[in-house]
DNA sequence: CTCCAGGCATGAG
DNA sequence: CTCATGCATGGA
């Protein structure tokens, strides 16, 4: 990729650090911004202790991350950061269970930040619809986040809020994850297949509220505990994989494509859910409203092989402006303000 | 109180 | 193949 990392990182070399599971690495972040990642609907289970600070787990490991520019910590007096925001970084720790061997690099690649995203997105607002209405900053990672979590995730999120969603799942994995000790209370590894498998309906339906969806994750888990050759899905063509996932129970177009690019990091892949339905209409269709076809070829033809980037920064506009215009329902005449 | 949510499975035409 | 309908649950 374009740009080189400097690595710059500080282990807690004192025994006491050690003892608690600490691990702190400071990673490089370009214009990446947490916040906006973790909120852009990708993922459901990271948790804000405090404004900028979120608590999560990869893998088996409790993480703290925050957002931090090292130039204004180290130097207050410093000119405040241009609109690129040098001196970007993530301050990463290990709170509880297990430190990742080769912790940095694991972090790199979980929130994708050897990957140069600022380039994608000056190719994406090449397009000048996109350009109107996208950020000018490629603050929005994808996250490389565990294809069985979002296999599972993106289910539940089929015709549910959000906030339910993340509900469903915090219930779903204490229930039935393990739990890892942090200063900040116990968080929850996800659930391995072959446990959900082997949960009562009744439990995943009352206990964690799942509702109707019970059957469908039960099913799945099932699927997937035994499949002999699951951790080689990763490596699957697409169409083939995305074909595998629609034979899932509970998976359809959208919810696959939500586990492609979410789960499987394809990044080529363009869910195509009601809001982005509204934006591809409203940008490249104005006057009619076309299949869902249409609107993937639309995607392929302008955004490529960073569809999946694009629909992100799509989805995350509209939303934005949906939740500050509490829901314009169909207020058409588009009008412009800058 | 209704309405609806980042849709899906199912059955009918 | 395309289209209409029911669906558990709980925020808004």
Request: aromatic share 10%; glycine share 8%.
């Amino acid at each position: 990729m374009g740009e080189t990392l400097d690595i710059s990182r500080r282990l807690c070399a004192h025994g006491s650090a050690r003892a608690h599971n600490l691990v702190e690495v400071l990673i490089p972040g370009g214009e990446f911004d947490l916040e906006a990642t973790f909120e852009s609907g990708q993922c459901f289970r990271w948790r804000r202790v405090r404004a900028g600070q979120y608590i999560g787990v990869i893998g088996r490991s409790a993480i703290h991350v925050q957002q931090i520019l090292p130039r204004a910590l180290t130097d207050p007096l410093a000119p405040p950061p241009s609109g690129a925001r040098r001196g970007n970084a993530l301050l990463v720790r290990v709170v509880g269970g297990m430190i990742p061997p080769e912790a940095e690099q694991a972090f790199i690649r979980y929130f994708d930040l050897s990957r140069d995203y600022p380039a994608i997105l000056r190719r994406l607002r090449r397009d000048a619809a996109f350009a109107r209405v996208a950020p000018r900053r490629a603050g929005i990672h994808i996250l490389r986040q565990d294809p069985f979590e979002a296999i599972i995730s993106f289910i539940i999120s089929a015709n549910n809020h959000i906030p339910r969603i993340r509900g469903i799942l915090e219930r779903l994995c204490a229930r039935y994850g393990e739990e890892i000790r942090t200063p900040f209370g116990p968080v929850y590894t996800f659930p391995r297949p072959e446990v959900l498998a082997e949960a009562r309906l009744a439990d995943l339906r009352e206990g964690c509220g799942l509702g109707y969806r019970d059957r469908y994750v039960w099913r799945t888990a099932r699927t997937i505990a035994e499949c002999s050759d699951f951790a080689s899905w990763s490596e699957w063509p697409t169409p083939v994989l995305r074909e595998r996932l629609l034979a899932l129970e509970g998976v359809g177009e959208k919810v696959a494509d939500c586990i492609l690019l979410f789960g499987f990091h394809r990044l080529e892949v363009f869910p195509v859910d009601t809001w982005i339905a509204r934006a591809m209409r409203e940008l490249y269709f104005p006057d009619r409203m076309p299949r869902l076809r249409e609107i993937h070829a639309c995607a392929v033809e302008r955004f490529g092989v960073y569809a999946g980037v694009a629909q992100q920064y799509l989805y995350a506009a509209f939303r934005a402006r949906g939740r500050a215009a509490r829901l314009p329902h169909e207020v058409s005449t588009a009008e412009e303000d800058p």
